[in-house]
């Protein structure tokens, strides 16, 4: 099977980025399905035209996530796709305030900072550009609930820190008149740190819940990427799972 894939040398997004996102998007969709075998790096790299090192990079990802395997004397081999359950597009704000909660937000940090291939790769900015970084500490009834860190585009709205501890991001960026359309977001856990314990009031090495998100306006840019961290035994995600007919 031939896949379609193509490289954007004009796209600020790294090379070997667009790669992984549009394999790990062929799994997904079942275009490149369990046991299949990926081209070998030599075939991939000449046929885009890139170099093997960023062909490499690419399938590495894609290996660290668990998609793909390296068979010694087989090659390069879909192992499964990563099973991605859709939630409404909210803010934890919006969340705890119809569970009627009483929301409170303590900003840590509102500030410009340059973007990490990461950050820059999310938003479709370029790596090293200038990025606003927003880190919260969102609190219901007094008690830490989540860790916020938010990254958006420079000069998309006037993210007063004041507002911020008043009220959501979103509803801010709904104020300003950015509609917002859609989002890829992506849901783990993992043992917390010694900072993230004390700031969450947790134990070092406690489970913690954690959400990453990019969010897109109407117009399909990217408006926000943002890496959050919950207390399990103060909130969880539901979801809702439809059989497909």
């Given at each position: 099977m031939t896949l379609e894939l193509s490289v954007d040398r004009s796209s600020p997004v790294p090379l070997y980025f667009?790669?992984?996102?549009q394999l790990e998007a062929a799994i997904e969709h079942g275009t490149l399905t369990p046991g299949s075998l990926l081209g070998n790096?030599?075939?991939?790299a000449a046929r885009l035209g890139l170099s093997r090192p960023t062909?490499?990079?690419?399938?590495?990802?894609?290996?660290?996530?668990?998609?793909?395997?390296?068979?010694?004397?087989?090659?390069?081999?879909?192992v499964h796709s990563?099973?991605?359950?859709?939630?409404?597009?909210?803010?934890?704000?919006?969340?705890?305030e119809a569970a009627g909660q009483r929301p409170a937000t303590k900003v840590l940090v509102n500030t410009v900072v340059a973007a990490t291939a990461e950050i820059a790769a999310a938003l479709g900015v370029a790596e090293g550009s200038d990025v606003h970084q927003v880190e919260r500490l969102r609190l219901a009834h007094g008690e830490p609930m989540a860790h916020l860190c938010n990254y958006l585009p420079p000069a998309l709205l006037d993210l007063d820190t004041a507002q911020l501890e008043a009220t959501g991001l979103y509803r801010m960026m709904r104020a300003a008149g950015i509609t917002l359309h859609s989002a890829r977001q992506?849901?783990?856990a993992r043992a917390a740190t010694a900072a993230e314990a004390e700031r969450l009031t947790e134990e070092a090495g406690a489970p913690l819940l954690t959400m990453q998100r990019v969010t897109f306006d109407d117009t399909g840019r990217a408006v926000e990427y943002g890496t959050?961290?919950?207390?399990?035994?103060?909130?969880?995600?539901?979801?809702?799972?439809?059989?497909?007919?």
């Open positions: 667009q790669l992984s996102q790096e030599i075939e991939l062909v490499r990079q690419a399938i590495q990802s894609l290996v660290d996530k668990g998609l793909l395997v390296r068979r010694r004397g087989v090659g390069t081999q879909v990563q099973v991605k359950r859709p939630l409404e597009l909210s803010s934890l704000y919006d969340d705890l992506s849901i783990g959050h961290t919950y207390r399990p035994t103060r909130y969880s995600f539901e979801f809702q799972l439809l059989v497909r007919p």
